[in-house]
């Protein structure tokens, strides 16, 4: 059984930042690939950003690259995203989402077996 809890997110103004977590629990030792996707109103479900179970290797979406990065802490069970130069077009609800297993990136929802709740984000102009 795995469980993700996201927190962090919240109301910013443009040119801010903030930086979202997510928490993990399972009942293995794995670390397994996460990723961070988001979702604004109206809009599919996209792609944000992916790392790998040592953090060795992310993947960033263009929309955000040099504006985000994607880091993990495995002693904390714990990723995170941070979010610099948001802009309003970065208001979406983040989901944290993390597979049963692997070694790579994935930048696709199917890839992922567990997700979280979500965490709002909005940026105000």
């Known amino acids: 059984q795995v469980q993700l809890v996201e927190s962090g997110g919240g109301l910013v103004q443009a040119g801010g930042s903030l930086r979202l977590s997510c928490a993990v629990s399972r009942r293995t030792f794995s670390n397994p690939p996460m990723g961070w996707f988001r979702q604004a109103p109206g809009k599919e479900r996209e792609f944000v950003a992916a790392?790998?179970?040592?953090?060795?290797?992310?993947s960033i979406a263009d929309s955000v690259k040099g504006r985000f990065t994607i880091s993990r802490d495995n002693a904390k069970n714990t990723v995170y995203l941070q979010m610099n130069s948001l802009i309003p077009e970065d208001t979406a609800v983040y989901y944290c989402a993390c597979r049963g297993g692997g070694s790579g990136t994935y930048d696709y929802e199917t890839a992922y077996a567990y997700w979280g709740q979500g965490t709002q984000v909005t940026v105000s102009s």
């Open positions: 790392i790998n179970w040592s953090g060795g290797s992310t």
